[in-house]
């Protein structure tokens, strides 16, 4: 199949040249040889790429398609489906990155002679990295035994001879989750896989698929439960090093990338959703070389892993599912510690991760917040806590991981060995290291104050109080009628000498910054008619090389901090992150003119040398004035008039987004572009005090209302 089978959207095309949607729809109207539709709807058509890329080269609007975004178009654009030829990029990428000089045979030769070739080579590698392939039956459909069932008792104890079954159900479906495709298959996807060699020889194997990988991804967000890195890194570092690693709803594989650290590790991934644990096992293999085994299925209901028994179990469950298999797994031997209720999904998981571990091994798995204190749940929660198998409880900051607006918490789990004495539990709570805004927590803070506090408990299983933040308590003194776990109803608070000293901290800097405040008021304007400048546009400067645009991109590294909108608009430091990738990001420098384009604001902000460096997140539109012509104060005033930002935004059903080639500035001579854009400096500060003072005033009123109702202040 040729290239021409890759299709490509309205919005494709503009990322193509650098333009806005609207172009695009211009283009089609006023050039009557701009691409035909070849799919979509009429609302939203899509035009072969090919045709495309030809057109835009033959206008002068686009010299020559970066690599990336071609092969980006290519996948997104598959006739298959972006999934799909992800997948088949994996396996092409996973062949390059092992045995490169097959690549280079296989793929020499027309479209027809790869797809036909590339099979035999991909088992190859498959089969050695993943195990043998089950065989297929008539229909094609690999033959994959189920799960043994054997019925066991619901209950145990730490001497209980483990169970080796796992599902009562008639019906078990586990298969395995990544198979060779055939020629047929592979044909459509060949010139992909031609391009995504050459991104390869580029990037390399591995930063190519992470880089495609974070695309898909952030284009489809609502599809995927990510866990973010900075919490993949945490729970990997809570259970520590081991050798066999399970993950039983792997998603995109965040977990066991994370603990992925030792070339004789063994890796096992399942998960519900085919293609995630197919593209888990293809990452897993170009970040490892350790062994990896990945399965399709539902681990409460077709356990792949029935008879596994490891050192550690990392999990990133669904939250709130009622339809978890409660009816058709009532006698399951996992239930050692309680049948759950049907509500109470992650109980489920915790024990199926406690059935997996083996004895001394440990999990860790992200809760929502209610599986601590529901009463539903209580009778379990007791029987875990009794029997020494949950070691600690961690209450996370609110935008640790999605669901973002609540505060997710973490369990801590040990297979008990036998049962403990007088057994303890480890509360941990930082929730005051959270942003602010949409930023995310302070992850380095987290990361400290949690781990400091589990090795010191799991050295002495004892642990010294550090009032508000973490706190060892005897298991007996939880086992009331709620059996409530979350950390915040045990911690005691600060203690009051530091709450006294915190609140006369923030009412002094509150002093000291109403006092700059006051100063920096601007004087008053005086009246003047308004003026009747010449006039000119962003993209006129642009075009003329007074200043260069860029827009914000969806790729990024992991310790490049990212500005994020929201920073924009609340003028805070860069506080937002991107799918990990090697896509070249934006990258501000001090003297940059950052502008919004979502929302209707008229804001616009100058990168100083705090801010220079941060990779410029999405949303975002970066103007880089050349300085001989242009003063980036005065440009940024400017763009920031409410007129101005009007006669430059459209509007939809229900956002406004700001065209900044349209907005406007006057042609003044450099020499009265610098008192303009001293006055415009001297209202940012102003702002920024005024946002400042805002702020520790909020903190000092909450500060104020905590120490009257737990009497550190008093009333007098």
């Given at each position: 199949?040729?290239?021409?089978?890759?299709?490509?959207?309205?919005?494709?095309?503009?990322?193509?040249?650098?333009?806005?949607?609207?172009?695009?729809?211009?283009?089609?109207?006023?050039?009557?040889?701009?691409?035909?539709?070849?799919?979509?709807?009429?609302?939203s058509p899509s035009f072969a790429l090919a045709e495309v890329e030809s057109w835009l080269r033959k206008q002068g609007k686009?010299?020559?398609?970066p690599l990336r975004e071609r092969v980006w178009q290519q996948l997104s654009g598959h006739p298959d489906g972006p999934v799909?030829?992800?997948?088949?990029?994996?396996?092409?990428?996973?062949?390059?990155?092992?045995?490169?000089?097959?690549?280079?045979?296989?793929?020499?030769?027309?479209?027809?002679?790869?797809?036909?070739?590339?099979?035999?080579?991909?088992?190859?590698?498959?089969?050695?990295?993943?195990?043998?392939?089950?065989?297929?039956?008539?229909?094609?459909?690999?033959?994959?035994?189920?799960?043994?069932?054997?019925?066991?008792?619901?209950?145990?104890?730490?001497?209980?001879?483990?169970?080796?079954?796992?599902?009562?159900?008639?019906?078990?479906?586990?298969?395995?989750?990544?198979?060779?495709?055939?020629?047929?298959?592979?044909?459509?996807?060949?010139?992909?896989?031609?391009?995504?060699?050459?991104?390869?020889?580029?990037?390399?194997?591995?930063?190519?698929?992470?880089?495609?990988?974070?695309?898909?991804?952030?284009?489809?967000?609502?599809?995927?439960?990510?866990?973010?890195?900075?919490?993949?890194?945490?729970?990997?570092?809570?259970?520590?090093?081991?050798?066999?690693?399970?993950?039983?709803?792997?998603?995109?594989?965040?977990?066991?990338?994370?603990?992925?650290?030792?070339?004789?590790?063994?890796?096992?991934?399942?998960?519900?959703?085919?293609?995630?644990?197919?593209?888990?096992?293809?990452?897993?293999?170009?970040?490892?070389?350790?062994?990896?085994?990945?399965?399709?299925?539902?681990?409460?209901?077709?356990?792949?892993?029935?008879?596994?028994?490891?050192?550690?179990?990392?999990?990133?469950?669904?939250?709130?599912?009622?339809?978890?298999?409660?009816?058709?797994?009532?006698?399951?031997?996992?239930?050692?510690?309680?049948?759950?209720?049907?509500?109470?999904?992650?109980?489920?998981?915790?024990?199926?991760?406690?059935?997996?571990?083996?004895?001394?091994?440990?999990?860790?798995?992200?809760?929502?917040?209610?599986?601590?204190?529901?009463?539903?749940?209580?009778?379990?929660?007791?029987?875990?806590?009794?029997?020494?198998?949950?070691?600690?409880?961690?209450?996370?900051?609110?935008?640790?991981?999605?669901?973002?607006?609540?505060?997710?918490?973490?369990?801590?789990?040990?297979?008990?060995?036998?049962?403990?004495?007088?057994?303890?539990?480890?509360?941990?709570?930082?929730?005051?290291?959270?942003?602010?805004?949409?930023?995310?927590?302070?992850?380095?803070?987290?990361?400290?104050?949690?781990?400091?506090?589990?090795?010191?408990?799991?050295?002495?299983?004892?642990?010294?109080?550090?009032?508000?933040?973490?706190?060892?308590?005897?298991?007996?003194?939880?086992?009331?009628?709620?059996?409530?776990?979350?950390?915040?109803?045990?911690?005691?608070?600060?203690?009051?000498?530091?709450?006294?000293?915190?609140?006369?901290?923030?009412?002094?800097?509150?002093?000291?910054?109403?006092?700059?405040?006051?100063?920096?008021?601007?004087?008053?304007?005086?009246?003047?008619?308004?003026?009747?400048?010449?006039?000119?546009?962003?993209?006129?400067?642009?075009?003329?090389?007074?200043?260069?645009?860029?827009?914000?991109?969806?790729?990024?590294?992991?310790?490049?901090?990212?500005?994020?909108?929201?920073?924009?608009?609340?003028?805070?430091?860069?506080?937002?992150?991107?799918?990990?990738?090697?896509?070249?990001?934006?990258?501000?420098?001090?003297?940059?003119?950052?502008?919004?384009?979502?929302?209707?604001?008229?804001?616009?902000?100058?990168?100083?040398?705090?801010?220079?460096?941060?990779?410029?997140?999405?949303?975002?539109?970066?103007?880089?004035?050349?300085?001989?012509?242009?003063?980036?104060?005065?440009?940024?005033?400017?763009?920031?008039?409410?007129?101005?930002?009007?006669?430059?935004?459209?509007?939809?059903?229900?956002?406004?987004?700001?065209?900044?080639?349209?907005?406007?500035?006057?042609?003044?001579?450099?020499?009265?572009?610098?008192?303009?854009?001293?006055?415009?400096?001297?209202?940012?500060?102003?702002?920024?005090?005024?946002?400042?003072?805002?702020?520790?005033?909020?903190?000092?009123?909450?500060?104020?209302?905590?120490?009257?109702?737990?009497?550190?202040?008093?009333?007098?």
């Amino acid at each position: 199949m040729r290239d021409n089978a890759t299709e490509v959207t309205a919005a494709g095309i503009a990322r193509l040249a650098g333009v806005g949607r609207a172009a695009v729809s211009n283009w089609r109207r006023r050039h009557a040889d701009f691409p035909r539709p070849v799919g979509g709807t009429e609302t939203s058509p899509s035009f072969a790429l090919a045709e495309v890329e030809s057109w835009l080269r033959k206008q002068g609007k686009l010299a020559e398609v970066p690599l990336r975004e071609r092969v980006w178009q290519q996948l997104s654009g598959h006739p298959d489906g972006p999934v799909t030829a992800l997948t088949h990029a994996g396996c092409a990428l996973l062949l390059i990155h092992d045995r490169p000089p097959v690549w280079l045979d296989v793929s020499a030769g027309s479209d027809e002679r790869l797809a036909s070739m590339l099979p035999g080579a991909l088992r190859d590698v498959l089969t050695p990295r993943f195990g043998e392939e089950p065989a297929a039956d008539a229909s094609g459909v690999p033959d994959t035994p189920a799960a043994v069932n054997t019925p066991g008792t619901v209950h145990g104890s730490p001497g209980t001879p483990r169970p080796s079954a796992v599902n009562t159900s008639a019906a078990v479906n586990t298969r395995t989750a990544l198979r060779t495709p055939t020629a047929s298959e592979l044909l459509p996807s060949a010139p992909l896989l031609r391009g995504v060699a050459e991104l390869a020889a580029e990037l390399g194997a591995r930063q190519t698929f992470e880089f495609l990988l974070g695309r898909h991804l952030d284009a489809n967000p609502r599809q995927y439960t990510l866990t973010p890195a900075e919490l993949a890194g945490l729970m990997a570092d809570l259970v520590g090093p081991a050798r066999t690693v399970l993950d039983p709803a792997c998603g995109t594989g965040a977990l066991l990338r994370a603990a992925a650290t030792r070339p004789d590790q063994r890796l096992h991934a399942q998960d519900s959703v085919p293609e995630l644990a197919a593209l888990t096992m293809l990452r897993l293999a170009l970040h490892t070389w350790s062994t990896v085994r990945g399965a399709t299925g539902d681990s409460l209901r077709a356990d792949a892993y029935p008879h596994l028994h490891a050192d550690a179990v990392l999990c990133h469950p669904p939250f709130n599912e009622r339809n978890w298999g409660h009816d058709e797994l009532a006698y399951d031997p996992r239930w050692e510690y309680g049948f759950p209720a049907r509500t109470e999904s992650e109980l489920a998981w915790v024990q199926h991760a406690l059935a997996r571990l083996k004895d001394g091994g440990a999990g860790v798995l992200l809760m929502p917040p209610a599986a601590a204190s529901r009463r539903s749940g209580r009778r379990i929660r007791a029987d875990l806590l009794r029997r020494g198998a949950l070691r600690a409880v961690i209450a996370l900051p609110v935008g640790a991981a999605p669901p973002y607006n609540i505060p997710l918490h973490l369990w801590v789990l040990r297979r008990p060995e036998k049962a403990p004495a007088q057994p303890e539990v480890l509360l941990v709570d930082v929730g005051r290291f959270a942003g602010e805004g949409r930023g995310g927590p302070d992850w380095r803070a987290v990361r400290e104050a949690v781990l400091d506090a589990w090795q010191a408990f799991g050295r002495a299983g004892r642990f010294a109080e550090r009032p508000g933040l973490a706190r060892a308590l005897p298991v007996i003194d939880l086992l009331d009628d709620d059996v409530d776990l979350a950390p915040a109803r045990h911690l005691p608070p600060p203690t009051a000498a530091d709450g006294a000293e915190q609140l006369t901290a923030v009412r002094e800097r509150l002093g000291e910054t109403l006092r700059l405040t006051a100063d920096l008021t601007p004087p008053p304007a005086a009246g003047a008619r308004p003026a009747r400048w010449p006039l000119t546009t962003i993209g006129e400067l642009a075009r003329g090389g007074a200043l260069v645009l860029r827009t914000g991109g969806s790729g990024g590294h992991a310790r490049v901090a990212v500005l994020t909108d929201h920073d924009v608009l609340s003028g805070t430091a860069p506080s937002g992150t991107l799918p990990e990738s090697d896509e070249e990001a934006v990258l501000t420098e001090p003297g940059d003119v950052v502008v919004p384009v979502l929302g209707g604001g008229s804001v616009a902000r100058v990168i100083d040398g705090a801010t220079g460096g941060a990779a410029l997140g999405r949303n975002l539109v970066l103007l880089r004035p050349d300085p001989a012509a242009l003063d980036p104060w005065f440009l940024a005033g400017f763009l920031r008039g409410t007129a101005n930002n009007r006669q430059a935004s459209s509007y939809a059903s229900t956002a406004t987004r700001l065209d900044v080639r349209r907005l406007q500035l006057p042609r003044l001579p450099l020499e009265e572009q610098l008192r303009y854009g001293e006055r415009f400096r001297a209202l940012d500060e102003f702002e920024r005090a005024l946002r400042h003072a805002g702020r520790l005033g909020e903190q000092l009123v909450r500060g104020m209302y905590d120490g009257l109702t737990d009497g550190t202040v008093a009333p007098h």
